[in-house]
T-cell receptor, first 113, second 115 residues
Framework: KAGVTQTPRYLIKTRGQQVTLSCSPI?????VSWYQQTPGQGLQFLFE???????NKGNFPGRFSGRQFSNSRSEMNVSTLELGDSALYLC????????????FGPGTRLTVL | GENVEQHPSTLSVQEGDSAVIKCTYS??????FPWYKQELGKGPQLIIDIRSNVGEKKDQRIAVTLNKTAKHFSLHITETQPEDSAVYFC??????????????FGQGTILTVHP
């Protein structure tokens, strides 16, 4: 099976702009979780989607949002970018999140100038 | 909420030696503990996991032990090789409850294996 894919792999934006990142889960997986990885804060949970519904959300401001489509593909959006949003954004897919096992994609490296 | 502490932050070993990384968790409801390996420029790769109904699990040179009473779990790598050099993360979650896809990660351990 193909693994989790994320596009784009690299992105450079300026402060105030918005950005949309995309994630395609492993075929058959219905749960998608998003994480932010930074050197200072490590890996932090953003939110999780299952069957197009957000079931869990981490402690991030409302500028961070996401959605999931009927084919389980997911997107996350960050509006009004700040310098501190520079990070590696990772998505992970799971069969249903009930069993916990998550498989990560390669990530999207976002740089905010 | 859950809090996971991981030690050491860096670990340097000679090829062929063993490496041990330890994590402690705070939420006694946590029941699923995966370990991930992250190489430069890549996403975390699941290398082994353990559930709370098991005390130890082994997969070739890698093993994980879990002590529910003390709320800590450890990763053991034997006969280390240079290709084991990477950042290792432990994580914890309450699978089956309302954690819904949320893994809480430790801060990571940079493992360097010298040839």
């Amino acid at each position: 099976k193909a693994g989790v894919t994320q596009t784009p792999r690299y992105l450079i934006k300026t402060r105030g702009q918005q950005v949309t990142l995309s994630c395609s889960p492993i075929s058959g997986h219905r749960s998608v979780s998003w994480y932010q990885q930074t050197p200072g804060q490590g890996l932090q949970f953003l939110f999780e989607y299952f069957s197009e519904t957000q079931r869990n959300k981490g402690n991030f401001p409302g500028r961070f949002s996401g959605r999931q489509f009927s084919n389980s593909r997911s997107e996350m959006n960050v509006s009004t970018l700040e310098l501190g949003d520079s990070a590696l954004y990772l998505c992970a897919s799971s069969l249903n999140s009930y069993m916990g096992t998550q498989y990560f994609g390669p990530g999207t490296r976002l740089t905010v100038l | 909420g859950e809090n996971v502490e991981q030690h050491p932050s860096t670990l340097s070993v000679q090829e062929g030696d063993s490496a041990v990384i330890k994590c402690t968790y705070s939420d006694s409801a946590s029941n699923y503990f995966p370990w991930y390996k992250q190489e430069l420029g890549k996403g975390p790769q699941l290398i082994i996991d353990i559930r709370s109904n098991v005390g130890e699990k082994k997969d070739q040179r890698i093993a994980v032990t879990l002590n529910k009473t003390a709320k800590h779990f450890s990763l053991h790598i034997t006969e280390t090789q240079p290709e084991d050099s990477a950042v290792y993360f432990c994580a914890a979650t309450y699978a089956g409850g309302t954690s819904y896809g949320k893994l809480t990660f430790g801060q990571g351990t940079i493992l360097t294996v010298h040839p």
